[in-house]
């Protein structure tokens, strides 16, 4: 005869395959929940490890230029007061004046980029970079040296060695001796009433020069204003002119009373417009400077022999 026994069987006596059900019902619970993080609002939450995406405020234009030159304008959360070039949605953090302190908490950059000055790294912009945690570079822009040497070091902060590369190989041949520039001496010149020219220590006398030709004035300083007489007294051969989105219909209306002096340069018509709008930024933009002034050079060797009648 079968003994009935009354209430509930005892843990220690439940079946084994009831416990084998338990554990495996409680396996694919925790499963399906891991799942279920990793494809809900978690997903894409960066790691303690995962590097923290670069935010730059840029004190410079042509420091500005370099990170879009290595293809990250995405980085930029601000900009200078005179930088046209970059995105103008972009709130400016400051300009010749100094420093938008407010502006630059706002925007809450992971660096500060600015040029080399005399006066170096403002106390309190230091002491803003401590407190949040910012990190200030500064880079030299007055040399062709400098602008080849901060585009690498902005290369190498964004990880873009390959397009710092590409751009250093359009840089070489740019600036390579160029067909109708030997012996050339060109007047550069960024206004023309009264003559203001660029001499020796400006990025532009120096790119000139490494591509053959013999800029003058030879002495002086990076900028310089000249008279009429000083510029008869050059002689130049031909002159460049950098006037950003100047009119080519009319040029002895461009250079002013220099058209009407008695000098190689007016009487042949060797007149070089630059209207490249960042022609005159010390930057990696140089290079369709560059590569237009060859073309430009390598017309007026084709006209007539290298001079027009």
Same mark, same amino acid.
């Given at each position: 005869?079968?003994? *009935?026994?009354?209430?509930?069987? &005892? ?24 799942? +279920? ?7 894409? @939450?960066?790691? &303690?490890?995962?590097?923290? @995406? ?7 234009? @042509?420091?500005?230029?370099?990170? *879009? ?47 080399? +000055? ?5 106390? *309190? ?49 740019? #600036?390579? &001796? ?6 050339? *001496? /060109? ?27 013999? /800029? ?17 007294? #050059?002689? /130049? ?36 417009? +630059? ?29 007539? +022999?290298?001079?027009?009648?």
């Amino acid at each position: 005869m079968t003994r *009935r026994v009354s209430g509930t069987i &005892p843990h220690s006596v439940r079946c084994p395959t009831q416990i084998c059900r338990s554990l495996t019902l409680v396996v694919w619970m925790a499963l399906l929940f891991t799942l +279920g993080c990793r494809d809900g609002s978690d997903a894409h @939450a960066p790691s &303690p490890t995962q590097p923290v @995406a670069l935010r730059i405020a840029s004190l410079s234009p @042509a420091l500005s230029q370099m990170v *879009r030159e290595m293809g990250h304008p995405e980085a930029l959360v601000g900009r200078h007061g005179f930088d046209q070039w970059s995105d103008d949605r972009l709130p400016v953090v400051g300009d010749q004046a100094g420093v938008d302190y407010e502006s630059l908490l706002r925007v809450d950059p992971t660096h500060v980029l600015m040029e080399v +000055g005399v006066g170096g790294v403002p106390e *309190r912009l230091s002491g803003f970079a401590q407190t949040h945690g910012w990190t200030i570079v500064q880079l030299p822009t007055l040399s062709l040296e400098d602008v080849e040497s901060s585009a690498e070091q902005i290369a190498e902060l964004l990880e873009e060695r390959d397009a710092f590369e590409g751009w250093r190989t359009r840089w070489s041949a740019a #600036l390579a &001796p160029a067909a109708g520039l030997e012996g050339e *001496r /060109p007047l550069l010149l960024i206004g023309t009433d009264p003559p203001a020219a660029l001499g020796p220590g400006s990025v532009h006398f120096a790119m000139l020069e490494r591509m053959g030709a013999l /800029p003058v004035p030879s002495e002086g300083g990076a900028f310089q204003q000249l008279s009429l007489e000083d510029v008869i007294a #050059l002689d /130049p051969t031909s002159i460049v002119l950098f006037s950003p989105d100047a009119p080519l219909d009319d040029v002895a209306s461009l250079i002013g009373a220099l058209s009407r002096l008695d000098i190689d340069a007016v009487r042949d018509r060797r007149i070089v417009i +630059g209207r490249d709008t960042m022609g005159l930024v010390p930057t990696t933009s140089l290079v369709r400077t560059a590569d237009t002034l060859r073309a430009d050079f390598r017309t007026l060797m084709l006209i007539d +022999g290298g001079r027009q009648p």
